[in-house]
C-alpha cells in the first residue's frame, strides 16, 4: 500500500500463530520493547560503566547478542543462528551452528556474570544442570556430548541437502552436526569451571551437583590419557591433544580446589595423583623446546592457538618462559595483519579457513595477563574494525580482505570479545591506579 503524508502503517513480524497486534496497541508495544531493551542493556554512562575504554559499546552489543541467541524457554545459547555460511567461499567447510555447544560454558558463564547479567547467567547454568539430569549413571564412564539441541536434544544428525546451491554457491548446504558424536576430553574442564566460576558469584554448589562434579572428575582421571578429537573437531582422525589434556587437568584442579573448599567427600589422592600426571605429561609432551612453545598434540609441531589458554586457566603463570615462548610463537606464525588462525596444519578436510576471531582474543587475554597491556589493546582495536555496521562479528575473518566468514554472528566470538575487553580494561585501570599518587592523611 501507499502511505500518504502524515499517515502511520505499522509493519508487525510475528512467530506463530497469536492473533494480530491491534494497530492502536502497536505503538505502545514498540515503546515497551525499546525500553526493555534499553533497560536490559545497561543503558549506562561510560564513566560509571563496568565496561571501560573505547571498546564499550561493542561489549554492550555483544551482550545483546548473546541475549538474542538465548532460547528463552531453556536458557540454553546457539552457537550461531545460522548454518553452513562457509568459511571459505567456495569450500566445503559449511557447518550447521544452530546448537549449544559445551564448550562455551565455563566462558559464557564468567562473560554474563562479570557484566552483572545474573538472571540469564543463572538461567543458562540451570540449563547445564537440567543436561547433567540426561547423563547415563554409570560412574566410570559418563559421555558428555560436544553440543546438544537448544532443548537438551542429543539426535543431531547430519545431513547434507544437495538441492542447494550455498552461500554464494558454497556447497554443501548441512543441517544437523556429526562432531556431536565426537570424543572431546575438554568438555570435561569446561563443564567443571563452569561450576566452578558460578559458585565464585555466588551460587551454592548443591549436593547434587557435587555428585556430578564428582563423576566428572572421576572421568576425567580415568579417561585424560586417551586420544580424542578435540576442541577443533578435527575429522583426521584421534590424538593426543594438548588442550583436551589441560582442560582434564582443569576439571580435577577445580574439583580439589571445590572439594577442599567446602568439605565435599572425594577420592583426593587419586585425584591429585592425576593432576600431577597429567601436568608432567604437558610439560613434557606438549612443548616444542625446537618451537620454544606448546603444540597442538604430544610430541607435534604444530602450533595451536589454544595454547594461549594455558595461564588464563592458570596452568602456568603468566610469567614463565614457556608462556612467553608460546605468545611469541602465536605472534610470529599464527598471526596474519593482527588476527590469529587456529592452527597451520592438515586437519583432515580439504581447503583453507579464514582466521578465527576467537582466537585473537585468546591472544589479547595472554598478552594482558603477561603485562603487555599496549599490545593487547592494539590487537583488540583492531579486531573491532573488522565488526559489521551493526557491531556483529562471524566466526572468522580474511586477514586479506577483511570479510567475515563463516557463521554469523557467532556466540564465541562475541564471548571473547566481553571476557577480553572486560580483562583489559580492569588491567589498564589497575596499572593506572597504581600510578597515582598516594594522597597524605
Request: contains cysteine; glycine residues 8%.
Amino acid at each position: 500500500s501507499v502511505i500518504g503524508e502524515g499517515e502511520t502503517k505499522w509493519l508487525v513480524l510475528r512467530y506463530g500463530d497469536a492473533q494480530p497486534t491491534p494497530p492502536e496497541e502497536c505503538e505502545s508495544v514498540l515503546d515497551t520493547t525499546a525500553r526493555f531493551w534499553g533497560e536490559w542493556a545497561h543503558d549506562c554512562q561510560r564513566d560509571r560503566c563496568v565496561v571501560r575504554g573505547p571498546w564499550h559499546d561493542h561489549v554492550v552489543r555483544s551482550a545483546l547478542v548473546l541475549k538474542l541467541l538465548t532460547h528463552p524457554e531453556t536458557g540454553a545459547i546457539a552457537a550461531a543462528p545460522t548454518t553452513s555460511l562457509p568459511e571459505v567461499i567456495g569450500g566445503v567447510r559449511n557447518w550447521d551452528y544452530r546448537f549449544a555447544w559445551i564448550r562455551d560454558a565455563s566462558f559464557t558463564v564468567q562473560s554474563l556474570h562479570s557484566l552483572g547479567h545474573m538472571e540469564e547467567a543463572l538461567q543458562y547454568f540451570q540449563w547445564l544442570r537440567g543436561l547433567c539430569r540426561q547423563f547415563g549413571e554409570h560412574e566410570d564412564h559418563l559421555h558428555i556430548q560436544v553440543m546438544y539441541g537448544l532443548h537438551g536434544g542429543q539426535d543431531l544428525e547430519e545431513r547434507e541437502l544437495h538441492h542447494l546451491s550455498g552461500y554464494r554457491n558454497s556447497a554443501p548446504v548441512r543441517v544437523g552436526n556429526a562432531a556431536a558424536q565426537q570424543v572431546q576430553l575438554d568438555v570435561y574442564g569446561e563443564l567443571v569451571n563452569a561450576f566452578y566460576e558460578t559458585r565464585r558469584y555466588g551460587e551454592d554448589t548443591s549436593q547434587s551437583d557435587w555428585q556430578f562434579i564428582r563423576r566428572i572428575a572421576n572421568s576425567a582421571s580415568r579417561a585424560w590419557n586417551t586420544e580424542d578429537s578435540g576442541i577443533w573437531e578435527v575429522r583426521g582422525g584421534p590424538r593426543h591433544f594438548t588442550y583436551s589434556k589441560l582442560m582434564c587437568w582443569v576439571a580435577l584442579d577445580r574439583s580439589i580446589k571445590m572439594a577442599e573448599k567446602q568439605g565435599f567427600d572425594a577420592p583426593l589422592r587419586q585425584w591429585k595423583e592425576a593432576r600431577k600426571a597429567i601436568r608432567q605429561a604437558i610439560l613434557k609432551r606438549g612443548f616444542n623446546h625446537r618451537l620454544n612453545s606448546f603444540v597442538q598434540s604430544f610430541d607435534s609441531d604444530v602450533l595451536d592457538a589454544t595454547s594461549l589458554l594455558i595461564p588464563v586457566m592458570g596452568f602456568l603463570p603468566p610469567d614463565d618462559p614457556r608462556v612467553q615462548g608460546t605468545i611469541d610463537a602465536t605472534l610470529n606464525h599464527l598471526t596474519d595483519n593482527g588476527l590469529v588462525y587456529r592452527y597451520v596444519g592438515d586437519d583432515g578436510l580439504p581447503g583453507q579457513e579464514g582466521t578465527f576471531v576467537l582466537c585473537t582474543f585468546w591472544l589479547v587475554d595472554a598478552l594482558v595477563l603477561a603485562g603487555q597491556l599496549d599490545k593487547a589493546e592494539d590487537l583488540l582495536l583492531g579486531i573491532l574494525e573488522h565488526a559489521s555496521p551493526l557491531g556483529l562479528l562471524a566466526e572468522e575473518i580474511d586477514p586479506t580482505s577483511g570479510d567475515l566468514l563463516g557463521n554469523y554472528p557467532q556466540a564465541f566470538s562475541h564471548i571473547g570479545l566481553m571476557n577480553s575487553a572486560l580483562r583489559l580494561g580492569w588491567a589498564v585501570a589497575t596499572k593506572r591506579a597504581a600510578k597515582r599518587p598516594k594522597q597524605r592523611p
